[in-house]
């Protein structure tokens, strides 16, 4: 149906900057809300950064506001997170969602329909 694909992820130091890039192919028929989690070892996958489907709104996690920014680009359908000020606590691997009928930029793993399969984020003191 919809097949999402992250790149970008690395082995980083901290306060380096990264950018993550999600792909969007298959049932691309209207724009989607897309968001950011991530998964650190032992953790739960909790919410980054999430963008509407215009681009219009945005919605951050606390721990990575002023840091880490969410854009699209509609024509391309692709998503980026771009991450700067990198900490080592951002290490996880982070999986880029989809929420078809999502009006609002939902925080919630089960808003969101399409999953990616992750890229994983490494952050060394």
């Known amino acids: 149906q919809v097949l999402l694909v992250e790149s970008g992820g690395g082995l980083m130091q901290a306060g380096d900057s990264l950018r993550l890039s999600c792909a969007a192919s298959?049932?691309?028929?209207?724009?989607?809300?897309t968001a950011w989690f991530r998964q650190a070892p032992g953790k739960e996958r909790d919410f980054v950064a999430g963008?509407?489907?215009?681009?219009?709104?945005?919605n951050y996690a606390d721990s990575v506001k002023g840091r880490f920014i969410i854009s699209r680009d509609n024509a391309k359908n692709t998503v980026s997170l771009q991450m700067n000020s990198l900490k080592p606590e951002d290490t996880a691997v982070y999986y880029c969602?989809?929420?078809?009928?999502?009006?609002?930029?939902?925080?919630?793993?089960?808003?969101?329909?399409?999953w990616g399969q992750g890229t994983q984020v490494t952050v060394s003191s």
């Open positions: 298959g049932r691309t028929n209207r724009d989607f809300t």
């Open positions: 963008i509407s489907r215009g681009g219009g709104r945005t």
């Open positions: 969602a989809a929420s078809v009928y999502s009006i609002n930029v939902p925080n919630q793993r089960s808003e969101y329909r399409y």
